[in-house]
Structure formats: C-alpha cells, structure tokens
C-alpha cells in the first residue's frame, strides 16, 4: 500500500483565540491524507493555548508546544519548522481560513520544484471578502532566479509547501533566520537559489486582514517615517545584500555582490547613481514582481539611489 508523505504544518499562534477554532478546523479538515500540524505558542495570555489543548486531544497528529519566554514572530516560526519531521513542510498563520483541498493541490504540482506558492483572496476581520488578491498586487514568478526576490516578495509564508531539504539551506543550524527580515522572503529566496519554484493561481487560503496582522500586505498603515528609520532601512537593505550575497549561486553572485558593494557607497554619500543604474539595468528580474508601469519602477529605483546624508537633509 503506497503512503503519502507525511506534511507537517507549522503552526504559530500569539494571543489568536479570536480566530483560531476557524482556522484549525481548516487544518484538520484538509484533504491530503497524511498531515502533521506543529503548533507553537509564543506566550499567549488570552484562551489561544486552552482551544489548542482541546484540538490535540480530538486530534493525535496536532502536537502543542509553548514557549517560556515571548520569541517574537520570525524565531517562533523558526522554533514551529525546526519541530516540523515531515519531507514537506507548510506554515500557518493563526487567523487565516485554508481550503480543504490546498495541501492536497500543492503536493500533487509540486513535482521538482523546490517551493511552490498560490494566490490567496484578502478578507476582511470578519471574513467577507474585499474582492481583492495578493495577484492584484503583486506579479507572480516561477523559476530559478533568486536575484527576483531581492528587493520585493510575493510569497506569503501562509501560501507556501517547501520540501524540507530547504529548510537546511535557510536555516542551518545554529543560524537563525536573519534578524529584521521576513523568514518567507529568505526561505523563497534561499529555495531560488537551489533549484525552480512555481505556484497555483488559485486562491486556497482567505487572508484575514484586521490591526493585528504582521505584515501590512495592503500597505494599509502607512505613515511618515521619521528620520531614524529611514537611515536604518538604508542600511538594514545593504545587510540584506550582505546575505543573500553569501546564499547566491554562482549564476546570480556577481550581481548580487556588486548591489551589495553599490549600496554601501551609496549609504556613504549624497546619491550613488551607478547603484540606480544597476538595478535599471537588470530591472526585468530584480523589478519583475513590481506591477506597475514602468515611470513607477523607474521611480522606484530612483528612491535607491539617496544615500545618508541626503536622508538627513530631506
């Protein structure tokens, strides 16, 4: 008798018992027929590990763990992945609503492909839909061109079956994922790296969006920075260059290498055009998830050019 290969779904949750019995009856619903679901608790104060407890005792393939001490998003998904035994591994938000069949779907497209990913539909806190994809703003991309995911992300970390063997490139131990930076923009970029990814375009997960949500993926609460955060945001980009630099395949290093070399100068002065003129050039990959028109990439890019000194005078 053929097996399936055992998935495990990494679950985090932090003081999420508002949404939570909605979306593990999404988990444990799911139509692929052997699954393991990992949850963390990151220190919940509210009724998020009691409905937990409840689920492990109805269902022996959910294993509940938490933590002592609050981890923070990106180390609390990374302790959830590193408890993960599956070959396959997904990841869960606690707020979200899966489609039964997605687990199912992605595993039979996987084929090859190191990572694949699929759209998913915004709703809005009390789940009606907003009309509104993760397509609609963002372009997708299938293949193995890792210097795509430099600057923009289009794979949410909710979207995303990973072979397990990736894991071990993004997070091998006893690194961490990078501090400052989205664990699904490194795992995305890392599995880039090491072969071919691609996605569905069905939407098999309702994002729900409401003010607790981590990721601003509508871009919703945007507001002035002030000053500080603009320089950090300069020098956090060329850290993540110092990064993805280190991950590159030989067929994308001297680009990235040279972005990172580029960003450091530019960090130093007024303006550095040739890091501007790099990205121009190479924009059909490094701007390729950018849906817009091509004024507002050159704008984009336009805006990489400043460095520290014309921050603290503008």
């Not at 018992?17 to 949850?39: C, H, M, R, W």
């Not at 894991?167 to 923009?185: R, S």
């Amino acid at each position: 008798m053929n097996v399936s290969p055992l998935i495990s779904v990494a679950l985090c949750t932090y003081n999420g018992a508002k949404f939570l019995n909605e979306q593990l009856d999404s988990l444990v619903g799911q139509t692929y027929p052997n699954l393991e679901i990992v949850a963390v608790d990151d220190g919940s104060s509210d009724g998020t590990l009691a409905i937990l407890n409840q689920y492990a005792a109805r269902y022996p393939f959910l294993r509940v763990h938490q933590n002592e001490t609050n981890l923070g998003f990106n180390l609390n998904f990374e302790k959830a992945l590193r408890l993960c035994t599956g070959d396959y591994l997904a990841i869960s938000d606690q707020d979200d609503v899966w489609d039964p069949e997605k687990l199912r779907l992605q595993f039979e497209a996987l084929g090859t492909h190191q990572l694949i990913y699929h759209d998913s539909a915004f709703v809005d806190e009390s789940g009606a839909s907003i009309s509104y994809r993760v397509s609609d703003k963002m372009a997708f991309y299938r293949g193995d061109r890792p210097e795509v995911f430099l600057y923009l992300n289009c794979v949410s970390g909710h979207s995303v079956l990973l072979r397990k063997s990736v894991l071990d490139h993004a997070l091998p131990l006893p690194a961490a994922f990078p501090k400052g930076y989205y664990y699904d923009q490194w795992i995305t970029y890392i599995a880039t790296g090491l072969g071919t990814i691609t996605y569905l375009p069905q939407c098999l997960v309702k994002y729900r969006l409401h003010h607790q949500n981590t990721t601003d993926m509508l871009a919703q609460k945007q507001q002035k920075r002030p000053l500080e955060q603009k320089i950090n945001a300069l020098k956090e980009e060329s850290e993540w260059l110092r990064l993805c630099a280190g991950k590159a395949p030989a067929s994308a290093a001297p680009l990235v290498e040279k972005l990172y070399r580029q960003s450091l100068k530019r960090n130093a002065s007024w303006g550095y055009f040739p890091y501007g003129l790099t990205i121009w050039k190479h924009r059909r990959t490094l701007l390729f998830l950018l849906k817009k028109k091509a004024i507002s990439k050159f704008f984009f890019t336009l805006r990489k050019v400043w460095g520290i000194p014309a921050k603290r005078l503008l």
